[in-house]
C-alpha cells in the first residue's frame, strides 16, 4: 500500500535563511506527488506537482522540489524564508486509473522567527 | 472564480445529535471529494463523487455517515449520530474530472462534539 512520510512535526527556521521540508513515499510505480500549503482556518493550497519530466519542479510563492526516485522523497525547498511562509505543508501521493486517490502525509508545521 | 464552498465553519454539538455539512464545488468541476483532517493530522479521504455517482466510499464509516451528491453539483456530508470522536475538521475538493488530479479545497468545516 502507498504511503506517505513526513519524518519533521515541525521546523523552525529564521526569516530569510534556507528552508528544506522532507517527504519519502512508498508506491509501487512511478506516483503523482505533491506540496500543498495549508494556513489556520484555511483549506489547502496546491503549491507544486510532479508528473513526469524534469525532477526538479517549480511551485508558486517561490517553492521548488526535486523528485528522487533512488531515495523515494520528494523535499520542498526554499532559499528564502518570509514570515508568512508559516503554515501547515503536507506532501501527498496520488494513484489511480480513472480517477485518483490521493494519500496525504501527516504534515509539518513550519515556525519562522524574526 | 469563485472557490470551493463550504457551510457552516464552525459547528458546535452534543454527541448523538445529528450534523450536516454543504459543499459547492468550482463551477464545471465533476469530482468531489470530503475528507476528514484530525488535529495534526493530513486529510484522510471518505468519499469520492464523479458526478453523482460514489464512486470511492470505502472509508466511510457507513453505520453513521452518508453523503449525497444529487445533482452532481453540491454535496452534503451527514453524520447521524455524532460521537465524541467525530471531533475534526471536514474538508471539501473539487477537481475538473477523471484525470485530473488537482484538488482544489475549500475552508473546511470544523466540528466540535461535546
Known amino acids: 500500500a502507498q504511503s506517505v512520510t513526513q519524518p519533521d512535526i515541525h521546523i523552525t527556521v529564521s526569516e530569510g535563511a534556507s528552508l528544506e521540508l522532507r517527504c519519502n513515499y512508498s508506491y509501487g510505480a512511478t506516483p503523482y506527488l505533491f506540496w500543498y500549503v495549508q494556513s489556520p482556518g484555511q483549506g489547502l493550497q496546491l503549491l507544486l506537482k510532479y508528473f513526469s519530466g524534469d525532477t526538479l519542479v517549480q511551485g508558486i510563492k517561490g517553492f521548488e522540489a526535486e523528485f528522487k526516485r533512488s531515495q523515494s522523497s520528494f523535499n520542498l525547498r526554499k532559499p528564502s524564508v518570509h514570515w508568512s511562509d508559516a503554515a501547515e505543508y503536507f506532501c501527498a501521493v496520488a494513484q489511480g486509473t480513472g480517477g485518483f486517490k490521493t494519500i496525504f502525509g501527516a504534515g509539518t508545521r513550519l515556525f519562522v522567527k524574526a | 472564480e469563485a472557490g470551493v464552498v463550504q457551510s457552516p465553519r464552525y459547528k458546535i454539538i452534543e454527541k448523538k445529535q445529528p450534523v450536516a455539512f454543504w459543499c459547492n464545488p468550482i463551477s464545471g468541476h465533476n469530482t468531489l471529494y470530503w475528507y476528514l483532517q484530525n488535529l495534526g493530522q493530513g486529510p484522510e479521504l471518505l468519499i469520492r463523487y464523479e458526478n453523482e455517482e460514489a464512486v470511492d466510499d470505502s472509508q466511510l464509516p457507513k453505520d453513521r455517515f452518508s453523503a449525497e451528491r444529487l445533482k452532481g453539483v453540491d454535496s452534503t456530508l451527514k453524520i447521524q449520530p455524532a460521537e465524541l470522536g467525530d471531533s475534526a475538521v471536514y474538508l471539501c475538493?473539487?477537481?475538473?474530472?477523471?484525470?485530473?488530479?488537482?484538488?482544489?479545497f475549500g475552508p473546511g468545516t470544523r466540528l466540535t462534539v461535546l
Open positions: 475538493a473539487s477537481s475538473l474530472g477523471q484525470g485530473e488530479t488537482e484538488q482544489f
